[in-house]
C-alpha cells in the first residue's frame, strides 16, 4: 500500500466521521421537533471556506452566494437580472440620491415574528455602523416610512447602491444581539440548525419562508480541504464537493463533473506611475519598468493565456481579459484574440528596449526590463500562474523575478512591484474600486495608482445614471471606447490571466440548476440557487 493511498483511506475515515456524527445529531433533533425528514430530503455538501465569523450581513455575511438564513431587498435571476424578493418595487428619484423601496406585507422571520421597514431600516445602520466589507459610504440615512416603505438617502447620485439591496440580507430588530452571527433569526428558506465549528454546518427548511420551497428539508455543509472533500466523494459520503482542478481528471464511480464559468479572475496589476513617491507610511510607489506603457502591453500580446489554462487549470477557464468578462457591464471589444510574441518583441523595439550587453534582458535609458512579480504563498495556482507568465515572458527580455509573501508582506510592496491578484464580483462598483483614480492607494483596490480622466468621468457618469442598463454603457466605455480605456487595448494597467472555473464532484443524479456565472470564490457562490436544486430520479 503506497503512502498516498493510506493517506486518502485515512481522510476517508476521517470525513466519514464527521458526516455521520452531524447527520446523527441532526436526525436526533429532528425526531424531538417529531419532524422526521426523509433520506431523499437531505443534502451533504463539502465546501472548503467556514465563514469564520458566521452568519451576519451586517458584517459581509452572504456577498458571495445565498444568504440562506435571510433575505433580500432585491435579487439576481440566472441571467443576472434584478428582480424583486422581499421588495415588490423600487424607484430612484430624478437627481439619483433618494431610492424608496416598497416591500412585501407578508414576510415573517423563523421566529414568526413580521418582517417590516423597522427591520431593514436597522439592518442598514447597522451595516453602516459596523465599518465592515459592506460598502455603505454613500448612504447619508435610511427612514421607515410606514411598515412597508423604506427611504434611503444617498450623498450623491450612485447607480451601483441596487447591489448593496441585493447583497445585503435583511436582519430582525427585535432578535440582534452579540451572538446573533452565530445564531442568526431571519427570513430566508433556511433556518440554522447546528455550528459545530471547524466541521460542519447543519440547517432545516424555514417554515416560514414566503417564496418558492427548497427541495431539499435539510443540508448539511461539511468544511473539508481539497484532498479531504475528493476523498469523501470518493467514499460517497458527500453528494456534492468542491474540488480544485487537478482533481478534474480523475472519475469517481457515481459523481460527476460539473465546470461551472466565473469571473473568479487572476491577473497581474502593474505599478503604473514611475518611483520617486512615498505614502504616507513611507512605502514606495511607482516602478520605472512597470510605467512604461511598452512593457505593459508587451505583457499583455505575448501573453498565451489558453496555455496557462491548458497547464495549470487542466482545461478549466477561460481567458481573462478585464475583471469583468461576461457580465452584463463587460465591453467584449476588450478580447486579445491570440497571443502574439512577434508583436510584443516589434512593439518593444519600436519603444526603445534592446539588449545593449547580451545578457538576455532588454535595457533603455540604462534600466533593465526586470521587476519582482509577488504572489500569496499559500496559493498554489496563483504560483503556477507568476512562474509560467515570469517563463512566457523570458524570450522577449522581460526579466520577471517571482517571490512569494503573506498579505502583509505584499502590503509593504504592491505599490512598487507587480502583485498577481484575484477579483470578481456581480457589483460593477468593484471596477471603480480597482481603476478609479480617487482609489489610487486605498487598502488592496488601485495599488498601481493608475489614473485615466477619461475613465474617470465614464465612472462618474456610470455612477450617475438612472439605471443598470443606463450605467453599462459608461462602464463599457471605461474598458474601451475605440480610443483609450483601462482594458489591455487602452492604458493596460493590468494584464488579466485567466477566469477559474469552480468545479463540483456530484452525484449522478443531483440537479444544481442553472448556475450563473459565479463570483469569486470566498464563499459559496454556486448556493445561490440552492431553492431550485433537487434529485432528478
Known sequence: MTKKIFRLIVIAVFTCSIILAGCSTSKSSQNNDNNEVSPKDELVLAFGSEPETGFDPATGWGRYGSPLFQSTLLKRDDKLNIVNDLATSYEVNDDGKVWTVKLRDDVKFSDAEPLTAEDVKFTFDTAANNGSIVDLNGLEKVEAVDSTTVKFTLKEARSTFVNNLVATGIVPKHAYGENYAENPVGSGPFQLVQWDKGQQIIVKENP????????????????????????????????LAYIPAAFSKQNVTGMKLEAVKTVD?????????????????GLPIGNDVTADSAIRHAINIAMDRKALIEGILEGYGSPAYTSVDGLPWWNPDTVIEDADADGARKLLEEA?????????????????????????????????LAISVADMMKPLGIHIKVESGSWDIIGQKMYSEAVLMGWGSHDPHEMY?????????????????????????????????KSEAEANEFWQKAQWDGTTGLSAKGDAPWAWLVNIDHLYLMKEDLDIGEQRIHVHGHGWPATDNIVDWKWSK
Open 265 to 281: 479572475n487572476r491577473g497581474i496589476v502593474f505599478p503604473y506611475v514611475k518611483s520617486g513617491n512615498f505614502t504616507e507610511d
Open 352 to 384: 526603445g528596449w534592446k539588449d545593449t550587453d547580451g545578457d538576455g534582458i532588454l535595457e533603455k535609458d540604462n534600466i533593465k526590463a526586470e521587476f519582482t512579480l509577488y504572489y500569496v504563498a499559500d496559493d498554489a495556482i496563483r504560483q503556477s
Open 208 to 239: 416560514e419562508y414566503y417564496g418558492k420551497k427548497p427541495y431539499f428539508k435539510k443540508v448539511t455543509f461539511v468544511f473539508l480541504n481539497e484532498d479531504s472533500a475528493f476523498a469523501a466523494a470518493q467514499a460517497g459520503t458527500v453528494d
Open 433 to 465: 474600486n480597482i481603476y478609479g483614480g480617487a482609489n489610487a492607494g486605498v487598502d488592496y483596490y488601485n495599488t498601481g495608482f493608475y489614473k485615466n480622466d477619461t475613465v474617470d468621468g465614464y465612472f462618474k457618469q456610470a455612477l450617475q445614471a
